[in-house]
């Protein structure tokens, strides 16, 4: 649904505070909601500061949808505020797999693994790459893992690509993670590949080999 204006005023707890954007949980028409808010920056004149925020939240919305017609959990939207840089979407229940690591089995925590190389799969498999895969960026819903902020995905069928969306989650667990990094990394691997098949995932592996044999970003064992 896209909107002519009418979230300007949007209201409720702030949840994070990021670069380009403030992340407001609150309601929506009786249901409970997150608004994400692109604000604007004073160092961009007024004119293209608006234009870029209006693209980049078209965009989102777009890629959004464009994950969830993939086979991908994603939040609801409810509304796309155009003029106010602004979507509302559903609010999910759970806490982001980030925080969610501490608690519950690790067979619960193998299976969440599994499932986000799954919904990688058919992100990559649909030539979307989602550009911030990390554990910030999927909640440990009631029912299912959902991930969240497309704010940097775009669409490409290039290998390179989805090995650097992996590179970010295995950087991700490495640094934030180490002591389960290699057997989420293995989880992972499992789940692409139930859906997209093992040759693709040796391709996406060496692809992902090759990027750290020349140093695009420092190695991470």
């Given at each position: 649904m896209?909107?002519t204006?009418?979230?300007?005023?949007?209201?409720?707890?702030?949840?994070?505070?990021g670069?380009?954007?403030?992340?407001?949980k609150?309601?929506?028409?009786?249901?409970?909601?997150?608004?994400?808010?692109?604000?604007?920056?004073?160092?961009r004149?007024?004119?293209?500061?608006?234009?870029?925020?209006?693209?980049?939240?078209i965009?989102?919305?777009?890629m959004?949808?464009?994950?969830?017609r993939?086979?991908?959990?994603t939040?609801?939207?409810?509304?796309?505020d155009?003029?106010?840089?602004?979507?509302?979407?559903?609010?999910?229940?759970?806490?982001?797999?980030?925080?969610?690591?501490?608690?519950?089995?690790?067979?619960?925590?193998?299976g969440?693994f599994?499932?986000?190389?799954?919904a990688?799969a058919?992100?990559?498999?649909?030539?979307?790459?989602?550009?911030?895969?990390?554990?910030?960026?999927?909640?440990?819903?009631?029912r299912?893992?959902?991930?969240i902020?497309?704010?940097?995905?775009?669409?490409?069928?290039?290998?390179?690509d989805?090995?650097?969306?992996?590179?970010?989650?295995k950087?991700t667990?490495?640094?934030?993670?180490?002591?389960?990094?290699?057997?989420?990394l293995e989880?992972?691997?499992?789940?692409?590949?139930e859906?997209?098949?093992?040759?693709?995932?040796?391709?996406?592996?060496?692809?992902?080999?090759?990027?750290?044999?020349?140093?695009r970003?420092?190695?991470?064992?």
């Open positions: 896209t909107s204006g009418g979230t300007s005023g949007a209201e409720g707890t702030l949840l994070y505070r670069a380009e954007a403030d992340i407001l609150g309601s929506w028409q009786g249901m409970p909601a997150v608004y994400k808010v692109r604000k604007p920056l004073a160092y004149l007024p004119q293209l500061d608006a234009a870029i925020r209006r693209q980049r939240t965009h989102e919305a777009e959004i949808h464009d994950a969830k993939a086979g991908v959990r939040p609801y939207l409810y509304d796309v155009v003029p106010g840089s602004t979507m509302v979407m559903e609010h999910v229940e759970g806490p982001r797999l980030k925080d969610s690591l501490g608690s519950g089995t690790s067979d619960d925590a193998r969440l599994r499932e986000f190389g799954r990688a058919r992100l990559h498999d649909a030539g979307i790459v989602h550009g911030d895969l990390t554990t910030a960026n999927a909640v440990a819903g009631q299912d893992l959902v991930l902020d497309f704010g940097l995905s775009y669409r490409t069928t290039r290998l390179e989805q090995a650097v969306d992996f590179r970010l989650i950087e667990l490495v640094g934030a993670h180490p002591a389960i990094s290699r057997w989420a989880e992972l691997f499992v789940g692409y590949s859906v997209v098949g093992p040759a693709k995932l040796r391709a996406v592996q060496r692809q992902l080999r090759s990027i750290e044999r020349r140093g970003y420092a190695r991470v064992e």
